[in-house]
């Protein structure tokens, strides 16, 4: 069922359709990876962490 000329198309597109498919996979990892961090460490998942939330001290001077 199956055509030489469909099958010689995906062949010649295979790297297009491995870069169209493979980087938003990884994409989706690492935010699905950042958001399990975050709800593991007790922290409002957020999509970008600017670290508005957190104020660090400020060194003593002497």
Excluded: C, H
Aim: charged fraction near 20%; proline fraction near 8%; avoid cysteine.
């Amino acid at each position: 069922m199956q055509s030489e000329k469909a099958a010689s198309a995906l062949d010649s597109t295979y790297t297009l359709w491995a870069f169209a498919l493979v980087w938003p996979l990884i994409g989706l990892m690492v935010l699905t990876v950042g958001w399990i961090e975050d709800l593991a460490a007790k922290r409002k998942p957020r999509l970008w962490p600017n670290g508005a939330g957190k104020k660090r001290p400020q060194p003593a001077t002497a």
